[in-house]
């Protein structure tokens, strides 16, 4: 379980660019290398009070896998280790305008938050939510993450991208910092959990043929 973030200063490094809509103009949204398909889903207006960014993280694990873990909706903390409880207090978990509640382990800036399915798009392998109430400092904050087959076509990318206001007393370095920190930890639990289903998969597979 990875370990939790500090609460003071938001802390991390950010990655390289893409091209992210603010205010009509053309902003620079932080992103390791994105995979072609992908950069549609991942641009979006941003305000002139809000910051973006985006992490990317490869898994050694059929894209078919990690998609049986991210589509849940109602079931984040399978792998948000930072996420302590969930339950669905409107809708099915898998229409849009589902909301959850989720409660967060302690040491974060935050107790609860409601939040509302956007996307779940089961062919392109794209969901995306967005918090809309609760007690928490990441105001208007919504997140889009897309499943890609890697280059090598044995594995999965998966680019998870957001944009969220600046709280008030922090600037929009610390606020990415912070964020991607948050996102890092869930990608590199994704990728542990998604890899263990397709090894035990396999060796099951190999045990019925025997």
């Not at 992103?31 to 898994?59: F, L, W, Y």
Request: a neutral charge; proline letters at 6%; aromatic letters at 4%.
């Amino acid at each position: 379980m990875p370990s939790q973030p500090s609460t003071s200063p938001l802390q991390l490094h950010r990655p390289t660019a893409v091209a992210i809509k603010q205010s009509g103009t053309t902003a620079a949204c932080p992103v390791r290398t994105m995979p072609d398909e992908a950069s549609c889903r991942h641009v979006r207006p941003v305000g002139p009070n809000q910051c973006c960014s985006a992490v990317v993280k490869t898994i050694s694990a059929p894209i078919n896998t990690v998609w049986s873990v991210v589509r849940r909706f109602d079931t984040p903390q399978a792998y948000k280790h930072f996420v302590k409880s969930c339950r669905v207090i409107y809708g099915d978990g898998v229409h849009v305008g589902t909301l959850r509640e989720i409660h967060v382990v302690s040491g974060l800036p935050a107790a609860h938050s409601i939040e509302r399915l956007e996307i779940l798009d089961e062919e392109e392998h794209v969901i995306s939510f967005s918090v809309v109430g609760g007690d928490h400092r990441l105001q208007n904050y919504r997140s889009v993450t897309t499943l890609h087959v890697s280059p090598s076509g044995r594995g999965t990318t998966v680019v998870e991208s957001y944009v969220v206001n600046i709280p008030a007393g922090n600037t929009k370095e610390e606020t990415c910092v912070f964020v991607d920190t948050i996102v890092k930890c869930n990608l590199q639990s994704l990728a542990q959990i998604s890899e263990g289903l397709a090894a035990n998969r396999t060796s099951n597979a190999k045990s019925d043929s025997s």
